[in-house]
């Protein structure tokens, strides 16, 4: 089974910088398009990044030039790297791996707490 967490939130005041880390455990994450998505309450979930198996990149307008998302295979890591943080950034950041095999699965993490704040 496919198993995800993630780490890195935490306060932080704006214009402040995070990165966030998604450990995948079993799964063959090297095929995996790896996401972010994140979530306030009250709202719907957003998409925020993504970066499929060959490396390419999609980003929500809203982030682009402040947000970097990379993964590293060897290590089964996915990262967000989060510069020129803003309060609406405030939200549950979840990571998301996006199996488009047959099965057409998706599995999530638990999510973690970001909060931009002074």
């Known amino acids: 089974q496919v198993h995800i967490v993630e780490s890195g939130g935490g306060l932080v005041q704006p214009g402040g910088s995070l990165r966030l880390s998604c450990a995948v455990s079993?799964?063959?994450?090297?095929?995996?398009?790896m996401q972010w998505y994140r979530q306030t309450p009250g709202n719907q979930r957003e998409f925020v990044a993504n970066?499929?198996?060959?490396?390419?990149?999609n980003y929500v307008d809203s982030v682009k030039g402040r947000f970097t998302i990379s993964r590293d295979n060897a290590k089964k890591l996915l990262y967000l790297q989060m510069n020129s943080l803003k309060p609406e950034d405030t939200a549950v950041y979840y990571c998301?791996?996006?199996?488009?095999?047959?099965?057409?699965?998706?599995?999530w993490g638990q999510g973690t707490q970001v909060t931009v704040s002074s």
């Open positions: 079993g799964g063959i994450f090297s095929r995996y398009v």
């Open positions: 998301n791996a996006k199996d488009t095999g047959l099965w057409n699965s998706n599995y």
């Open positions: 970066i499929n198996s060959g490396r390419s990149t």
